[in-house]
């Protein structure tokens, strides 16, 4: 039985889309939707995503499940590293004092970096010591919904 690769990375990826959209993140998939999104006031948390296994079994996890916190960002987007890559490219140009990393989270306030989560940070841990990594920065940088 032959097994068509693409098709099958098609459906991994649409997935991990999917995951990120119902937890409530807006994706962005060009670098105008980038620009649009991390100009707005307010703080944001960007995930970029990925394929491996530490986006699927910790990262994305943690997105959705650090978000049932009395603090939260206003805004919360997502860019997938990989496929969307101009949009990622763009992404991170608001945080390149920081090495690019997939997956990863950065916090920003009207469009200026707070905090980055990097992805040492979370492959090879637990999916809620990353929730509470994010809800530290919730705590610091972000007003109570």
């Given amino acids: ?16 889309r999917k995951e990120m959209t119902a937890a409530g993140y807006e994706e962005l998939k060009t670098p105008d939707e980038v620009n649009g999104a991390l100009g ?11 394929v491996c296994g530490c986006a699927g079994g910790i990262a994305r996890p943690a997105a959705a499940h650090s978000l049932h916190y009395d603090k939260r960002p206003d805004h919360l987007v997502t860019v997938f590293a990989g496929q969307d890559k101009a949009a ?5 140009s608001y945080f390149s004092e ?14 200026k970096i707070l ?8 492959e090879g841990h637990e999916p809620m010591a990353v929730v ?12 109570e919904v």
């Fill in 1 to 16: 039985m032959e097994v068509d690769f693409n098709l099958f990375m098609n459906d991994i990826i649409q997935q991990a």
């Fill in 40 to 50: 707005r006031k307010g703080t944001t948390l960007v995930m970029i995503n990925s």
């Fill in 115 to 122: 905090r980055m989560v990097e992805r040492h940070e979370i």
């Fill in 88 to 92: 990622t490219e763009e992404a991170r």
């Fill in 132 to 143: 509470n990594k994010l809800q530290e920065a919730f705590e610091e940088y972000c007003e």
């Fill in 98 to 111: 920081y090495p690019p990393s997939s997956p990863s989270f950065a916090l920003l306030k009207d469009g």
